[in-house]
């Protein structure tokens, strides 16, 4: 009888051993995580303090992490810079914003509409042009470098908006990441919706669009990234300076104070920082979209 009474006991010290050793690895884990991701941001947060400190603390050695005394006149000075002609950091942050959201936006659009056709409509041809377009995604992007150029020539985009909107208006692999996330969506809701009498295209706009605004945002976000990062089409294509984007903008604001690197720094700090942001308040819809995509193809 004793011996029944003690192994209950027994298994409920076990669980809560097990429990507690659980805790400890969740712990430790975490930690680890945390400690990694502090170690990823400290180029980033090094940068930062970078823009409040001198040049002469910038270079100093043994190098110092916070500043002496916290120059705020540092982001004044470099946001008010004028290199003539309208080129200012407030007109390149527009120009970047932009051609960045509405990139993003056109991608979200057309690709969604091409993934939808590849994912559910049956047409002749369908798998030879969606292996056509997966093989485009082969081409480096130097060998159509030329030829863009010459099409934007010809249709008069060079220095205007269009010439970095209309290519980026599709990709291929937007197109694919949106194809294999629908494809997991289950069919009965379509034909539930066909049954009711909706068209193709209300069942896009009512059934499509909000099952896959994880994979759309996924989209937006790695779109909206690429095209703020972005630099040789931006290169290419702009030529005056009222109509630069942030990075190359940036090149040529380098050149010209490469000796106050604590002005560079804040000039990287408003390529940098928009981002960052954006990423940090959609991460969980990028996570959701990613893991998704590949349920099913």
Do not use: H
């Not at 990694?36 to 947060?45: D, K, M, R, Y």
């Not at 292996?131 to 485009?136: E, K, Q, V």
């Not at 060079?158 to 970095?164: A, G, I, K, P, R």
């Not at 069919?187 to 994979?215: H, N, Q, T, W």
């Amino acid at each position: 009888m004793a011996v029944m009474e003690a192994t209950p006991k027994v298994r409920q010290q076990t669980s809560e051993q097990a429990r507690r050793a659980q805790t400890i690895r969740r712990s430790v884990l975490y930690t680890v995580l945390i400690l990694l991701g502090l170690l990823s941001l400290t180029p980033f947060i090094l940068a930062f303090l970078g823009t409040f400190k001198t040049d002469a603390e910038i270079i100093a050695y043994p190098p110092t992490i916070f500043p002496e005394k916290w120059l705020w006149q540092n982001w004044v000075k470099t946001w008010n810079t004028d290199l003539g002609e309208g080129a200012t950091f407030p007109r390149w942050l527009f120009n970047t914003a932009l051609v960045a959201i509405g990139t993003a936006v056109l991608q979200v659009v057309f690709c969604s509409m091409a993934g939808y056709a590849f994912a559910r409509l049956e047409f002749p041809g369908k798998n030879a042009i969606f292996a056509f377009m997966l093989a485009s995604m082969m081409i480096p992007g130097a060998v159509t470098l030329i030829p863009a150029y010459v099409l934007m020539t010809k249709l008069g985009f060079v220095n205007t908006y269009w010439s970095l909107l209309v290519p980026g208006a599709v990709s291929a692999g937007s197109i694919f990441l949106l194809t294999q996330f629908l494809k997991s969506v289950p069919r009965e809701l379509e034909e539930a919706a066909l049954v009711d009498g909706a068209s193709r295209f209300r069942i896009y706009k009512d059934v499509v669009i909000p099952l896959a605004r994880p994979a759309m945002l996924t989209v937006f976000i790695l779109q909206f990234q690429g095209m703020w990062n972005a630099f040789m089409a931006p290169l290419l294509y702009l030529n005056t300076p009222k109509m630069w984007v942030l990075n190359v903008a940036l090149s040529v604001f380098q050149q010209q104070y490469k000796a106050q690197w604590n002005l560079t720094l804040v000039a990287a700090m408003f390529n940098a920082i928009p981002v960052l942001v954006l990423f940090a308040l959609f991460s969980r819809y990028y996570i959701e979209g990613i893991s998704y995509a590949g349920l099913k193809g």
